[in-house]
């Protein structure tokens, strides 16, 4: 995984401490990113992580931490790695090292999101907004998604019976699901 998928993925995690203390981390397995404050999701594709376990829910404030100490957009597409050295769990990116205790929970799978969204004809769906959102939570995934890819241009928002989302591109490798507002 890169350091930008970090960055992406905490974008959509709480910005206060949330109750459902497993919200605040970032759920990485060996073929993904996935971060969550309930209702965004931003879920990437990285393939091939190399990590010491199945799944790790790093805190936000060690992936916070690595980023402020490699420090700005060129160093987005760095390497990052999780080890487990001496019984301790490392963020490493470059030269600096984040030593961290994983969130101790079962992280929601979005399968029933995500699997969904896949195989949604996208085309039939743009700009047919079925849901009534929360403007500032797709404000914050487009900006997101943005700076991921560098430029201002806003994504296309899409739409489907659970949910709206961005996919920036159509190999599926980044979604960023906004859910609806309840009534």
Known sequence: MKLKDLRLALSATPKKADI?????????TKTHVTGSNGYLLCHINTYKNDIPDDNI??????????????????????????????????????????VF???????PEFKKIIEPIKVNNHDENLNKIQHQFDWSYVSIANDAICKYFGD??????YSFY????????????????????RN
């Open 20 to 28: 459902r203390y497993y919200l605040n981390g970032l759920n990485i």
């Open 57 to 98: 829910i790093i805190p936000v404030e060690t992936v916070k931490a690595i980023l402020k100490k490699v420090g700005g957009k060129m160093c987005d597409n760095f390497e990052v790695g999780i080890l487990l050295i001496n019984k301790q769990y490392q963020l490493q990116c470059m030269d600096q090292i984040e």
């Open 101 to 107: 205790k994983p969130i101790n929970h079962i992280y």
């Open 152 to 157: 201002t241009t806003p994504k296309r928002l």
């Open 162 to 181: 659970k949910a709206g989302y961005f996919m920036p591109s159509l190999d599926n490798d980044i979604i960023y699901v906004i859910m609806p507002m």
